[in-house]
């Protein structure tokens, strides 16, 4: 069994946040109407992807009623359907769509996780709760062996990655690091860290992130990997 695998058996059976596990939990029970039908996935979401990639995407954490739901990040709510599009268009992703585990959606050169792996109430995890994941991101990282590019989707998943560099002692300090999208840095140990705004739709409705802004952002990274 590959190192991911072991990692995201242990990342579906954590119990480390109580507070977490019972939202998942209480929000699988009583569903959305939308989706009476559905069999919740109600527990921690491992990442997806392409364990050769050279491309890694983290977000914030699961959307209560979309990988909370389905089991697989960024699938089943409007921030998959604003992202798949995209990465579809460039070559990451075998299909536009992106509604359960078992649609056929393959990456291709992309691995997608984020930093917290339960969905949060109010989709704000505590502090504590992010350093519970922090050992899953760390693992994440080393097994992937071909990364080239971070791509982070969003201030909290900038903060997790720069805390993943700091505590494996490849930067010193945050200082220098602004968050901002389209930002780009070249990170001492030669992988690339670029930034986009997280496609919620709090950001993608309003027009602060557009499908434009996003496909120059994801075309970097494709053009950086291929470097």
Not at 92 to 104: L, N, P, V
Not at 202 to 210: A, D, I, P
Request: net charge positive.
């Amino acid at each position: 069994m590959s190192l991911l695998s072991i990692l995201n058996q242990e990342i579906i059976a954590c119990t480390r946040c109580p507070r977490l596990i019972a939202h998942c939990q209480q929000i699988g029970r009583e569903k959305r109407r939308a989706y009476m039908d559905w069999e919740y996935w109600a527990k921690p979401v491992p990442g997806f992807g392409d364990a050769k990639g050279r491309v890694l995407f983290l977000g914030l954490a699961p959307g209560a009623h979309g990988s909370n739901r389905t089991g697989r990040p960024f699938t089943g709510d409007g921030s998959g359907n604003f992202m798949y599009p995209v990465l579809h268009e460039v070559g990451f992703a075998s299909q536009a769509a992106a509604t359960h585990r078992g649609d056929g959606l393959k990456l291709v050169d992309l691995y997608i996780t984020s930093v917290g792996r339960c969905a949060p109430p109010g989709n704000k995890p505590m502090p504590q709760e992010l350093a519970n994941c922090s050992s899953f991101l760390d693992r994440e990282m080393n097994a992937l062996k071909r990364l080239k590019v971070i791509l982070v989707l969003g201030k909290v998943a900038f903060d997790g990655y720069l805390g993943h560099l700091l505590r494996r002692g490849v930067i010193t300090s945050r200082s220098g690091y602004r968050f901002g999208h389209s930002a780009e840095y070249t990170m001492p140990h030669g992988m690339t860290l670029l930034c986009s705004y997280h496609p919620s739709m709090q950001n993608t409705l309003t027009g602060k992130l557009t499908h434009e802004m996003f496909l120059r952002v994801v075309k970097r990274a494709k053009q950086l990997a291929q470097e």
